[in-house]
Nanobody
Framework: QVQLVESGGGLVQSGGSLRLSCTAS??????????IGWFRQAPGQEREGIIC????????YSSDSAKGRFTISKDVAKNTVYLQMNNLKPEDTADYSC??????????????????WGQGTHVAVSS
């Protein structure tokens, strides 16, 4: 059973930073072979794709809300993908989840395209 596990969420003040991690826990599931996307969902709102990284790590796509503030990186040795979030705003408050899509360079920001999901981690930004 493939599992993705997110960590790093918490409470931060507006303007602060957080780094979220997405680690694959199943044996043989190497993130090197997967595109990873980060998604978030605030209460009462639809899930939003914010940023993703393709299989090789060469292609990164991000939403307008993430550009200039959020970055994504993949550490193959640690089998972990990171989401670095800077200059956080109260409107970034949401549950953040990572998702995996096998062998895709041009990763989509559409949740329906992804096959494997983590349970999520909550980010709260206070004003």
């Amino acid at each position: 059973q493939v599992q993705l596990v997110e960590s790093g969420g918490g409470l931060v003040q507006s303007g602060g930073s957080l780094r979220l991690s997405c680690t694959a826990s199943a044996s043989g599931f190497t993130l090197e072979r997967y595109a990873i996307g980060w998604f978030r969902q605030a209460p009462g709102q639809e899930r939003e794709g914010i940023i993703c990284i393709g299989t090789s790590g060469s292609n990164i796509y991000s939403s307008d809300s993430a550009k200039g503030r959020f970055t994504i990186s993949k550490d193959v040795a640690k089998n972990t993908v990171y989401l670095q979030m800077n200059n956080l705003k109260p409107e970034d408050t949401a549950d953040y989840s990572c998702a995996g899509l096998y062998w895709t360079e041009h990763c989509p920001l559409s949740a329906s395209a992804y096959d494997y999901w983590g349970q999520g981690t909550h980010v709260a930004v206070s004003s």
